[in-house]
């Protein structure tokens, strides 16, 4: 399983971005696989942000709800991430992640790169 993540970049205080993740390879199915935003910033650890599993159910960090939003495309084996009111302590590189049939944070076993996110204050 590959993952690409893009829609990263650098934004002002209360801007929004959305960031794209195309997973691809055969073993693949958006109807078998939870997909998962995590995010590290400097000097942390990194962190779930949002969730979505195989049964459509949500999940977010307390500290995004009501700002992130977690969507996919199943027939584009596309995972999205809308963020609004964008804070500097959103700042972090941001990975796409993806388990079969398993939503624990600490079970992913599929990664991309990263996109870098920094919001400005």
């Known amino acids: 399983v590959r993952l690409l993540e893009s829609g990263g970049g650098a934004v002002q205080a209360g801007q929004s971005l959305r960031l794209s993740c195309a997973a691809s390879g055969r073993s693949y199915s958006s109807y078998s696989y939870c997909m998962a935003w995590f995010r590290r910033a400097p000097g942390k650890e990194r962190e779930v942000v949002a969730s979505?599993?195989?049964?459509?159910?949500?999940g977010y960090a307390d500290s995004v709800k009501g700002r992130f939003t977690i969507s996919k495309d199943n027939a584009k084996n596309t995972v999205y991430l809308q963020m609004n009111s964008l804070k500097p302590e959103d700042t972090a590189m941001y990975y796409c992640?993806?388990?079969?049939?398993?939503?624990?944070?600490?079970?992913?076993?599929?990664w991309g790169q990263g996109t870098q996110v920094t919001v400005s204050s």
């Open positions: 992640a993806a388990e079969e049939w398993n939503c624990a944070p600490s079970d992913f076993e599929y």
């Open positions: 979505i599993d195989v049964d459509g159910t949500l």
